[in-house]
């Protein structure tokens, strides 16, 4: 799935963590998430699945943006 077809919640919209540009939430067309964050180590996921540390006003951002 490429990053064109995925709604942003949240961020500036350049993609590009290293101008500040992270973490970010965004809605897939099916209705569920993708969240791109920093890599976090708090347990080891599961084979095919990954966790990614994403701070409080990041996901608020994310539900401002829906409506909830």
């Given amino acids: 799935m ?5 709604m942003r919640l949240t961020g500036t919209g ?3 963590c ?3 540009d ?4 965004y809605r897939t067309t099916s209705g569920s998430f993708v969240v ?6 708090a347990f ?3 084979d095919g699945e990954g ?10 951002e994310a539900f ?3 409506g909830w």
């Avoid at 490429?2 to 995925?6: F, I, N, Y």
């Fill in 44 to 46: 080891t996921a599961p």
């Fill in 36 to 41: 791109q964050g920093d890599v976090s180590e």
């Fill in 14 to 16: 350049s993609g590009n």
């Fill in 2 to 6: 490429a990053r064109e077809e995925l």
């Fill in 64 to 66: 401002r943006a829906l």
């Fill in 51 to 60: 966790l990614v540390e994403v701070p409080e006003e990041t996901l608020r």
């Fill in 18 to 20: 290293n101008n500040d």
């Fill in 22 to 25: 992270c973490p970010n939430v």
